[in-house]
């Protein structure tokens, strides 16, 4: 499934390549004709890109009640999820800084550095995979994975955890009001969808989302300008759905060694070291373009601490394309649209 997904897009971006967008070209609906044409194409074609935002990354297996995300959101701060009382989810992901923590890589339990960028947890919930590699087929499988990490949150096992929060008495309390149903409702499992019930509630509407629905003055003209620029130069192969990306994978240095563009100082093999088939190699998860001027700095190791210098590598290594300074500047005018937020009773303990 990946490589016919990522033999699609690469299909699809060259043929893009060779086919500019008119603005034109999008303006035959009735409602898009009292509008400008460079509106009336954002909207159509925006519209047809991006979606809308949902309130909440719902998922019927998952049902989510206000109980399980008051747990999720204790847990989510709690320090008591590291083995030495260290860190805690929002440590790496902090909710203050759109969650992430604007370091190339986070220091674990142990003080040693993670091998990977840390992502915003904003919006996360509504990618196709989690994690660079995408190992975690969702956020309830994603959020046991740091917890046992021995680099991250290194707690030596499910059952330490479990124990451990046994014997704390607020929990049990919270646990059963999550879990009514289960004999024992203090579980690694339920420990993992409580966190995962408090992270589909992290959706960050933004400009971009009044201005699809139909506010035409909730963009600049540089932000309009800019997401033309970003549909037209090919951004929208990967760059789709309504976060932007975390629905695909693709190969980080289509047109180039991305390493020579970055600087980077390791080289990173992506899925190649989970799959071991030589197609994934520089393989990773495109990621979310959702509050990207505000979670650099950029890429799977955090290389790159410029958004315009970011987008200008994008450009050359996955498009092959040399954007000017004015479409850099407009293509990253266009991404602070992305910035939104959450309520401020999630950025807290």
């Excluded at 904003?122 to 021995?150: C, M, T, Y």
């Amino acid at each position: 499934m990946k490589k016919i997904t990522l033999v699609g897009s690469l299909l699809f971006l060259l043929i893009g390549c060779k086919q500019k967008l008119k603005v034109e070209d999008f303006s035959t609906n009735e409602q898009l004709k009292n509008m400008s044409p460079l509106d009336a194409f954002l909207q159509e074609k925006g519209s047809a890109l991006f979606g809308y935002l949902p309130k909440t990354a719902e998922d019927d297996k998952y049902p989510i009640t206000e109980e399980k995300v008051a747990l999720g959101k204790k847990l989510y701060f709690d320090v008591r999820l590291s083995k030495d009382n260290t860190i805690s989810c929002n440590s790496c992901h902090n909710l203050s800084t759109f969650g992430v923590d604007n370091r190339s890589f986070s220091p674990g339990n142990d003080g040693g550095l993670g091998g990977r960028n840390s992502p915003t947890v904003l919006n996360a919930a509504l990618h196709s995979k989690q994690f660079w590699d995408g190992r975690a087929k969702d956020v309830e499988e994603q959020a046991g994975g740091p917890i046992l990490n021995p680099v991250e949150m290194a707690v030596p096992s499910e059952e330490f955890l479990v124990k451990r929060l046994h014997l704390i008495e607020e929990y049990g309390d919270l646990f059963t009001k999550a879990f009514p149903a289960d004999e024992d409702p203090i579980s690694y499992w339920n420990v993992q969808q409580a966190i995962a019930a408090f992270e589909r509630k992290l959706i960050t509407p933004s400009k971009l989302d009044d201005y699809l629905k139909g506010d035409l003055k909730a963009l600049t003209q540089q932000q309009k300008d800019g997401m033309k620029a970003f549909i037209e130069t090919g951004c929208t192969t990967c760059h789709t759905g309504n976060a932007l990306g975390g629905t695909m994978f693709q190969k980080f240095g289509v047109y180039g060694n991305y390493w020579d563009f970055t600087k980077s100082a390791k080289i990173d093999n992506g899925v190649f070291d989970i799959s071991k088939n030589e197609s994934d190699k520089y393989v990773l998860k495109v990621p979310s373009l959702r509050n990207v001027e505000k979670t650099g700095p950029y890429f799977h190791d955090g290389s790159v601490s410029s958004l315009k210098a970011a987008v200008d590598i994008m450009a050359q290594t996955q498009l092959n394309k040399k954007l000017t300074d004015k479409e850099q500047d407009d293509i990253v005018a266009f991404l602070s649209s992305l910035t939104g937020d959450i309520p401020a009773a999630y950025k807290q303990p």
